[in-house]
Nanobody, 129 residues
Framework: QVQLVESGGGLVQAGGSLRLSCAASGRTFSSYAMGWFRQAPGKEREFVAGVSWNGANLYYADSVKGRFTISRDNAKNTVYLQMNTVKPEDTAVYYC??????????????????????WGQGTMVTVSS
């Protein structure tokens, strides 16, 4: 089972940028599709972005499309979330998650939280206005 550790969260001003990282343990990182999710105070956890095992398929929630970029480096066992032009409503705990690759990685599968086998502990992102 892969283990995940997020980093890179913090306080950033609206309009600024932040890059989150998620380091995975184990030698089978390329066997997993990866996703980023977030949970704002008082709200349910929601899908942010997903990437297939080889980086070929990328998916984004409408709320972050054009501002956030997900990427992965299988040689470093790491997935990233580059956050640009952040807004106060991006304030949340951000989680990365691993989904064992099976069939084609579609948007619906990327956004399906129940299909992810492993989760990190989360990293807090606070955007000030």
């Amino acid at each position: 089972q892969v283990q995940l550790v997020e980093s890179g969260g913090g306080l950033v001003q609206a309009g600024g940028s932040l890059r989150l990282s998620c380091a995975a343990s184990g030698r089978t990182f390329s066997s997993y599709a990866m996703g980023w999710f977030r949970q704002a105070p008082g709200k349910e956890r929601e899908f942010v972005a997903g990437v297939s095992w080889n980086g070929a398929n990328l998916y984004y929630a409408d709320s972050v499309k054009g501002r956030f970029t997900i990427s992965r480096d299988n040689a470093k066992n790491t997935v990233y979330l580059q956050m640009n032009t952040v807004k106060p409503e991006d304030t949340a705990v951000y989680y990365c998650a691993a989904r064992f690759r099976q069939s084609t990685f579609t948007y619906s599968r990327a956004a399906d939280q129940g299909s992810y086998a492993a989760w990190g502990q989360g990293t807090m992102v606070t955007v000030s206005s």
